[in-house]
């Protein structure tokens, strides 16, 4: 069974930067398709992007004001979230979110989640 334990969230400044990390164990990302979610206190989670199990990204509407992209590795079953960019809007928990082979944007879809970290943009 895949499991997925982000890392590499915290504190930035507006207009900074972050890389966060999706590792995967249990099985390999080369069966899976990868999401990134986010939510922030009092809304819903929301997709940001997605990684197929070929390795095509598909990045939702949402991504563009904070100039995120997706990628990933199979030799090292990681996926990764690099944030640029950054504003206040975007403080929020961030998941990776597994699912068999190809990108869908409803988070009911996906059966495996990591526990979430926490992105705080502030000055």
């Known amino acids: 069974q895949l499991q997925l334990v982000e890392s590499g969230g915290g504190l930035v400044q507006p207009g900074g930067s972050l890389r966060l990390s999706c590792a995967a164990s249990g099985s390999t990302l080369d069966q899976y398709a990868i999401a990134w979610f986010r939510q922030a206190p009092g809304r819903e989670r929301e997709i940001i992007a997605c990684?197929?199990?070929?390795?095509?990204?598909?990045n939702y509407p949402n991504s563009m004001r904070g100039l995120f992209s997706i990628s990933k590795d199979n030799a090292e079953n990681t996926v990764w979230l690099q944030m640029s960019r950054l504003e206040p809007e975007d403080t929020a928990v961030y998941y990776c979110?597994?699912?068999?082979?190809?990108?869908?944007?409803?988070?009911?879809?996906?059966?495996?989640w990591g526990q979430g970290t926490q992105v705080t943009v502030s000055s």
């Open positions: 979110a597994g699912r068999a082979r190809f990108c869908l944007g409803d988070t009911k879809m996906y059966p495996y």
């Open positions: 990684i197929n199990d070929y390795g095509l990204n598909e």
